[in-house]
């Protein structure tokens, strides 16, 4: 069973506006302090490479019940120019854009399930999930 | 929304205290560049008491600034990160490792005064 919200991502606003729905959700499913930190991180950093580098796509969020385990789901989606070398993105410090390269390592840390598609010229899907203690 | 920045003798004193979005982080930093210019200011206290998440990219605005700072001749002390802050920060990979830190506004412009002493 799934509940999802989502959020277009098209300028540096919705980067805002998704991370504030994740947060409400999180809070709703009562996810502690810290890890809603981690889940509104997750979201901010994966709407801002929608922005920076497919220039516009979507953040849904999914309340999930498997079984009696409840959880919250980030899904990015976008049509952008896709990830050549996934491998390469998923390293610490790989950055095309003179950031930090953090964010996607990042995004996996932060979470407990982390799964990532791409494929050149057609977009990227990203699937980030944290469980309910 | 522009972040206040205010004087405190030769310090400058900044309380962050509401989310940050990408121009108001990059107007500050320039804003606080500015400010150091202006005033002569030899130390700054960036105070995080109310921030609640820090992503990589206002850890790169927040480092950057720091750097900056340093460039013109001031020491910049960051305080009050909360713990779930200091948490996803560290599995972000994002250390801070050379920053000067503080629990609180307090300690921080203690903290400043020494450094600023030696
Ligand atoms: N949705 C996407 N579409 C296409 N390329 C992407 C996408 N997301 C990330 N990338 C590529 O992967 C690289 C690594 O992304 P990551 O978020 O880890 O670091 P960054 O955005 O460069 O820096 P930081 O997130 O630390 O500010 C980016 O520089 C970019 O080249
Ligand atoms: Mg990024």
Redesign the pocket.
């Known amino acids: 069973m799934s509940i999802q919200s989502c959020v277009t991502i098209i300028n540096e606003w919705d980067i805002v506006a998704a991370r504030q729905l994740g947060r409400n959700v999180a809070k709703e499913l009562g996810f502690g302090t810290v890890d809603q930190a981690r889940i509104t991180t997750a979201i901010s950093?994966l709407a801002?490479?929608?922005y920076?580098?497919?220039g516009k796509?979507q953040i849904c969020i999914d309340k999930l019940n498997d079984a009696g385990k409840a959880g919250l789901r980030i899904h990015?989606a976008?049509n952008?120019?896709?990830?050549n070398d996934i491998r390469q993105?998923m390293e610490d410090g790989?950055?095309?854009?003179g950031?930090?390269?953090?964010?996607?390592?990042?995004v996996k840390r932060l979470m407990d399930d982390f799964h990532i598609e791409?494929e050149t010229g057609s977009?990227?899907q990203?699937k980030a999930t944290k469980w309910l203690r | 929304m522009r972040i206040p920045i205010l004087k405190l003798y030769d310090c400058l004193l900044v309380s962050i205290q509401w989310e940050l979005d990408d121009q108001t982080a990059l107007q500050f930093q320039e804003d606080l560049l500015h400010k150091i210019h202006e005033t002569s200011a030899n130390g700054v206290v960036i105070d995080l008491t109310s921030i609640d998440f820090i992503d990589?990219?206002i850890a790169?605005v927040l480092g950057d600034v720091i750097s900056m700072s340093k460039l013109m001749g001031a020491k910049v002390v960051i305080t009050g990160i909360q713990p779930a802050v200091a948490i996803t920060l560290i599995e972000l990979g994002i250390g801070l490792e050379d920053v000067l830190t503080a629990l609180d506004l307090e300690k921080g412009l203690e903290k400043l005064q020494q450094e600023l002493g030696d």
């Open positions: 950093e801002r490479n929608i920076l580098y497919a796509g990015a976008d952008g120019p896709g990830i993105v790989f950055s095309t854009s950031g930090l390269g953090a964010g996607l390592p990042g791409s977009g990227t990203i | 990589s990219f790169k």
